[in-house]
Nanobody
């Protein structure tokens, strides 16, 4: 049974920080591309940051320099450190796990965690 369990969301003031975690089970974490996406009310889901199995990283332009994605293969966990948060970062944040190998082909999503940036 595959599970992606996000945690760490909450209410934070502008300029503050949060650290999201996504604990994965039921997948081959070390070969998976892990990503963080977000969906604000009334908007489409968008990529925030992604890290491949080899450690290649890409970020949305809107979060470059403020957010940092990392992974711990020993803990089957991916993190998103969010600094200098802005009201426009308010959204539900989702974790995604993908693999596109011949033997392991999958695409799973977590249930999401709410991040609200407001004074």
């Amino acid at each position: 049974q595959v599970q992606l369990v996000e945690s760490g969301g909450g209410l934070v003031q502008p300029g503050g920080s949060l650290r999201l975690s996504c604990a994965a089970s039921g997948i081959i974490f070390s070969i998976s591309t892990m990503g963080w996406y977000r969906q604000a009310t009334g908007k489409q889901r968008e990529l925030v940051a992604q890290i491949t199995s080899s450690g290649s990283i890409n970020y949305a332009d809107s979060v470059k320099g403020r957010f940092t994605i990392s992974r711990d293969n020993a803990k089957n966990t991916v993190y998103l450190q969010m600094n200098s948060l802005k009201p426009e970062d308010t959204a539900v944040y989702y974790c995604r796990a993908q693999s596109r190998t011949v033997l392991f082909n999958y695409d799973y999503w977590g249930q999401g965690t709410q991040v609200t940036v407001s004074s």
